[in-house]
């Protein structure tokens, strides 16, 4: 299916694995240039490694937490460096490990943070960096279920 994205250059976060890989896979093979993110270093280079050798794609990874506003800064900031344009977002995060609430506190919040920082700083609403460079924004509103929409 050609969804007219070939040249377009995407942002995906926490795409070393599930959800985030998916997408920035199936972005690839559209033909879009990936600029990856995600807090393991390691996972993303082999992801992104991956992604290039089966796609093509022009693949930058930049390891950074997006619970973290500079980490997302350092993102956006050496992706627009590196492709000069940035024309789709998807903003998304892993969760936190299974568990109860009470045990789980710090890691619930982390994941809280994640999704208050990752999406809104990306989006540029606290941050004008990235709005005048994004022209669809794809967001994650369902860390359980994974369900991604499409906002032009």
Known sequence: MDLGLKDKV??????SRGL???VAEELAAEGA????????AKTLTET???ISRNSG?????????VAVVGDVAKVVETGIKRFGRIDILVTNAGGPPV???E????RASHALQCYRIGTSYFAGHERPTLGPYLKHHFHRREAAGGK???VK
């Open 10 to 15: 995407a942002l995906v976060a926490a795409a």
């Open 20 to 22: 985030g890989r998916a």
């Open 33 to 40: 240039s990936l600029i990856l993110c995600a807090r393991n």
């Open 48 to 50: 992104s490694e991956a």
């Open 57 to 65: 794609a022009h693949v930058l990874a930049v390891p950074a937490d």
């Open 99 to 101: 568990g109860n609430f």
């Open 103 to 106: 045990v789980g506190r710090g």
């Open 148 to 150: 991604l929409d499409l």
